[in-house]
């Protein structure tokens, strides 16, 4: 996964960057998406950039048509727009697309009073409220722009660990995984 934020510079203006960066997200989309139609879960792969070879081009009614069909929908590739992060087009789009809840896959099991990468005494906060994740510095698991959309919406933010077994399917099913936000 590429960081837009985290690889400006060095000669590569910050734009680029995120445009590395949401490419990197289509990359993850394209690749779950063939992940669930192997698995027999009809999927389809769509984006906001253009790269129709790869990925539908995204747009709310044909989202809706896949989901009347019994399909996921994955959009890989944020907004197209740079300084706006993964988080808050994924935010966006559940809103956009009325979804009861938000899943962000993450690195870690889920939101962590402090970072567990640095702090071995880290504990896992199964629930939290919009504000307390907001407020909290010490909480950098999402950014602080799309838990204020969610918030601002009522949309809940699930923060989970996609690589520990059956986590996607769980989540999918309304099961606990992670860190529920809301």
Do not use: W
Not at 97 to 115: F, I, P, Q, R, S
């Amino acid at each position: 996964m590429v960081r837009g934020a985290e690889v400006a510079g060095q000669g590569i203006k910050r734009v680029t960057a995120d445009h590395m960066g949401m490419l990197s997200g289509l990359m993850n989309a394209m690749a779950l998406t063939d992940i669930f139609e192997s698995e027999g879960l009809p999927t389809r792969c769509m984006s906001n950039i253009f790269a129709q070879q790869v990925a539908e081009s995204y747009s709310f009614r044909l989202a809706e048509k896949h989901f009347e069909r019994g399909r996921v929908v994955i959009i890989g590739g944020g907004t197209a727009r740079p300084y706006v992060t993964h988080d808050t087009a994924g935010v966006s789009f559940a809103l956009e697309l009325d979804c009861d809840v938000m899943l962000k896959a993450t690195k870690v099991e889920g939101v962590y009073d402090k970072d567990p990468a640095q702090h071995d005494d880290a504990k896992l906060l199964p629930k939290l409220s919009y504000q307390e994740a907001v407020a909290d510095a010490a909480i950098k698991v999402m950014d602080k722009a799309a838990l204020g959309l969610a918030m601002e919406q009522g949309v809940p933010v699930v923060v989970f660990d996609p690589m520990k077994p059956d986590n996607i399917f769980k989540a999918a099913k309304g099961e606990p995984v992670g860190s529920y936000i809301s």
